[in-house]
């Protein structure tokens, strides 16, 4: 019998609907193909979500194990980008409900110095500015920042939105309205 070996590589070329049918048939290689085209995107869904890198990984891991232990009950009736979508808002939903509280900034140690050659000022100014926006993030409620960072950070669209969230696409304009809205209140300082 001949050992069949294969690259992810091999397969980037096919549609994710193919690599999904093949991927719930057992091919591995197939789903790896699935995991690097889109790995990216919903780390950064995640952390845009999460607020920390490590929750993201682990949502994100989660969701692409749950993916495939659940490939032959997919049935395309979404694109496969969208359905890893809502695996992974829901798994990072499931884990903001889970957390504990935040610490407050009067318990998180000083940051290290950083490299001696870069510009402090405006590092500092761009630290802040970010820390600003995820504390605003943080307000707003689950469907709103999930919208929004669906709509600003990943470009998707309302249409999309809506499948991932299941709402209509009404609704996904509305929460962008009152999230677009919150934010500008919560960054206008920063303007």
């Given amino acids: 019998m001949i050992e069949r070996t294969a690259s992810p590589r091999l397969g980037c070329d096919l549609p994710d ?6 991927a719930a048939e057992g091919d591995e290689d197939s789903f790896a193909v699935l995991v690097q085209r889109h790995s990216r995107s919903l780390l950064t869904l995640a952390r845009c979500i999460l607020g920390n890198p490590q929750d993201a990984e682990e949502a994100v891991q989660d969701a692409f194990v749950s ?28 884990m903001c409900h889970r957390r504990p ?15 001696a050659w870069s510009q402090p000022a405006r590092t500092a100014e761009q630290d ?23 709509r ?22 509305g929460r962008l309205f009152r ?11 920063w303007r």
């Fill in 152 to 173: 600003e950070v990943q470009g998707l669209p309302y249409k999309e939105i809506a499948h991932v969230t299941r709402t209509g696409e009404q609704t996904v304009r």
């Fill in 101 to 115: 509280p935040p610490l407050s900034l009067d318990a998180v140690a000083e940051p290290a110095a950083g490299d």
């Fill in 17 to 22: 609907r193919l690599l999904a049918v093949r």
């Fill in 179 to 189: 999230a677009r809205r919150s934010l500008q209140e919560a960054m206008g300082s």
């Fill in 128 to 150: 802040a500015a970010m820390a600003a926006l995820f504390r605003a993030l943080a307000e707003l409620d689950a469907g709103q920042r999930v919208c929004w960072i669906m």
């Fill in 67 to 94: 993916a495939w232990r659940h490939l032959p009950e997919y049935r395309h009736r979404a694109e496969f980008r969208t359905w890893m979508y809502r695996i992974t808002v829901n798994r990072c939903q499931t």
